[in-house]
Nanobody, 120 residues
Framework: QVEVVESGGGMVQTGGSLRLSCAASGSFLGISSMGWYRQAPGKQRELVANIPADGRRQYADSVKGRFIIHRDQVRRAVTLQMDSLTPEDTAVYYC??????????????WGQGTQVTVSS
């Protein structure tokens, strides 16, 4: 059983900052990658930022230079620092963890989502 729990989020004004945190726990051998996705009303879920095991951070073009993803290998956690927020960043943010299980099988698990609202 694997659990992915997010925290953070909330409401800020344009130009403000928020920090999201996510931790994975349960029965698995390690983490292949962890990342953040978001889904705005009426839109598909999209990648925001991802960090695989090799540490090569990946960002959506829309957040480059404003968001930073950081991974804590020991704590099996990831954070997303979001600066210079705009109303276009308003969405439910989801954490995704790809974990390594027995026999090198990968399992994908999602958090419950956390709301980020940016007012103009």
């Amino acid at each position: 059983q694997v659990e992915v729990v997010e925290s953070g989020g909330g409401m800020v004004q344009t130009g403000g900052s928020l920090r999201l945190s996510c931790a994975a726990s349960g029965s698995f051998l390690g983490i292949s990658s962890m990342g953040w996705y978001r889904q705005a009303p009426g839109k598909q879920r999209e990648l925001v930022a991802n960090i695989p095991a090799d540490g090569r951070r990946q960002y959506a073009d829309s957040v480059k230079g404003r968001f930073i993803i950081h991974r804590d290998q020991v704590r099996r956690a990831v954070t997303l620092q979001m600066d210079s927020l705009t109303p276009e960043d308003t969405a439910v943010y989801y954490c995704k963890a790809v974990v390594i299980q027995q026999n090198d099988v990968r399992g994908t698990y999602w958090g419950q989502g956390t709301q980020v609202t940016v007012s103009s």
